[in-house]
């Protein structure tokens, strides 16, 4: 082995050996405590504050009929029901915005016998209602803004109104439904943040 390859070899010993028998480089550090607080959630709630109302207009009619007792009611093609109720929203948070929609489940065929006429019926009427746009909308009182729109924080009351719409027009495709029943019960409003 020559000199110069001996003392290269020496050298990258002795420093090895420096830095190993003085621990790692150090420098200088600290640490600082800082008040970061809490941050807690907020929440979107819809209450119902008042009893609903069920009316109706038919074809191109504008001019609504109340309809006194929605259990009774004989829906025909052509019909547009519509229900409407007054509801709390609760909003707490920043930058709260909040869409509404049926819940899922709100229309569905009453129940009846497997193989029935009348369970085809049922299931036919309440296609025609679930396909045809059964659809939802709410305004906050006090503005012209329906929502999805800025959500006020507190406690505000929305009109919500819900509409749907027996369809006339597929000539014979109406047949099925007649004297078809569906349970309206889980009639539901489901509002989400967006």
Known sequence: M????KGSIAGAAGIALLMGGAGTFALWNDTAALSGGTVSAG??????????????????????????????????????????????????????????????????????????????ANTALAGFLNTTGAQVS?????????????????????TVTAVLTFPSGAVGAENASKTGIVNLSGLGLTVTQN
């Open 138 to 158: 709410a305004v906050i009182q006090g503005t012209a803004t329906p929502l999805p729109t800025a959500v006020p924080q507190g406690t505000t009351n929305a």
């Open 2 to 5: 020559n000199k110069l390859l």
């Open 43 to 120: 929440t979107l709630t819809a209450v119902p504050a008042a009893t609903g109302s069920w009316s109706v207009t038919h074809g191109s009619s504008t001019s609504a009929t109340t309809i006194a007792d929605i259990n009774t009611f004989k829906i025909v093609p052509g019909d547009k029901l519509t229900y409407t109720q007054n509801v709390a929203i609760t909003a707490t948070g920043a930058n709260l915005t909040a869409a509404v929609s049926l819940a899922p489940g709100s229309i569905t065929a009453a129940t009846a016998p497997v193989g029935t006429p009348q369970l085809a």
